[in-house]
């Protein structure tokens, strides 16, 4: 009982002092990464493919940028990139290996940090494995400008739980009705925390603008009836084979046909994302501001 006790207010103590931590990087004097998370309500609308691609974009204008697959469950950025993977997240949770330490080159310039597979649940860590994960976590935001986060789909506590770690979050959806609730799920879900997040909304696999305007207003408007939230729209990117081209070559598309229509999507994606940076006095949040851009 009095070891059980013990247990408790150690786990307590180090999770306070992982806050104090998290909170000293994000208002400390340290250069530290901007935040940006990828996810979906419904799975397979392009989450992946968004993230790499957005990632070697922003790093093609310069900006040095990890890519983290998050997914616990389903892992597989290393199967869409052309990588070889020795070490992933679960041996960061096993303890073999440092966050820093399994950070490996990606395509186009980017870094990589390659998911587990079989983990489905955050809850299925012990307190240890997901606060030394945690703490991994924390250092390595000096290690960027920027980390974007492919999560899995869904709403389960491992998704929400990067997303709302995440200084924006960018929710993909397809045009399908499916995809669309699922989305607002996601959105209600992330609504539910006690901190206010930044949602962007992005429609992929769209035939035309007017298509991805109407799914972002039908989005924009229930948000802001039923769950009192803004939704920013973050655009979209056109369906287009040369996409799937590029998956079966496992190349991003960006690489692989660099004057496709997708392709100048992701392009145009992650240069609004730096010119709304740019126009940030020294010291804002990137991903955090960048919503007035989006707005
Ligand atoms: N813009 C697009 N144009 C054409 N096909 C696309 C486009 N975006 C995605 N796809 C297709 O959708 C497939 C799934 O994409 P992706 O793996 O990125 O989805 P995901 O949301 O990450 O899936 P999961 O939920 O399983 O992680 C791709 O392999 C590709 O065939
Ligand atoms: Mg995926």
Redesign the pocket.
Same mark, same amino acid.
């Given at each position: 009982m009095i070891v059980e006790q013990a247990q408790q207010i150690r786990a307590v103590d180090q999770a306070e002092k992982l806050r104090l931590m998290a909170r000293q990087v994000r208002t400390g004097a340290k250069k530290t990464a901007r935040v940006l998370a990828v996810t979906?309500g !419904? @799975? @397979?609308? @392009? !989450?992946?493919?968004?993230? %790499?691609n957005l990632a070697i974009c922003l790093s093609a204008a310069g900006k040095d940028v990890i890519l983290f697959d998050a *997914?616990l469950g =389903?892992a597989?950025l290393d199967v =869409?990139l052309p990588v070889k993977i020795r070490f992933n997240l679960a041996h960061v949770i096993a303890g073999k290996r440092r966050l820093a330490e399994i950070v490996q080159p990606g395509p186009g310039g980017i870094r990589l940090v390659c998911g587990a597979s079989g983990i489905t649940q955050m809850a299925d860590l012990t307190e240890v494995q997901r606060q030394r994960l945690a703490q991994e976590m924390t250092q390595l935001e000096y290690k960027a400008d920027v980390i974007v986060i *492919?999560t @899995? %789909?869904g709403i389960s506590r491992n998704v929400l739980g990067f997303c709302q770690s995440a200084d924006h979050t960018l929710v993909?959806t397809t045009t399908e009705p499916t995809s669309i609730t699922d989305a607002y799920a996601v959105i209600k879900a992330l609504n539910q925390g006690t901190e206010r997040l930044k949602i962007s909304l992005l429609t #992929?696999?769209v035939e035309n603008r007017d298509q991805a305007q109407k799914v972002y207003q039908r989005l924009a408007f229930a948000g802001e009836r039923f769950l009192n939230c803004a939704i920013y729209d973050a655009g979209y990117? =056109?369906?287009? #084979?040369? =996409?799937?081209q590029a998956?079966h070559q496992r190349k991003p598309v960006v690489l692989a046909f660099p004057r496709c229509p %997708?392709s100048y999507?992701f392009v145009a994606l992650a240069q609004k994302l730096i010119r709304a940076g740019k126009k940030e006095p020294a010291g804002a949040g990137f991903f955090r501001k960048v919503i007035n851009w989006f707005f």
């Open positions: 979906s !419904k @799975g @397979g609308v @392009g !989450k992946t493919n968004v993230a %790499a *997914d =389903l597989n =869409l *492919d @899995g %789909a993909v #992929n696999m990117v =056109l369906r287009d #084979n040369h =996409l799937s998956v %997708a999507c």
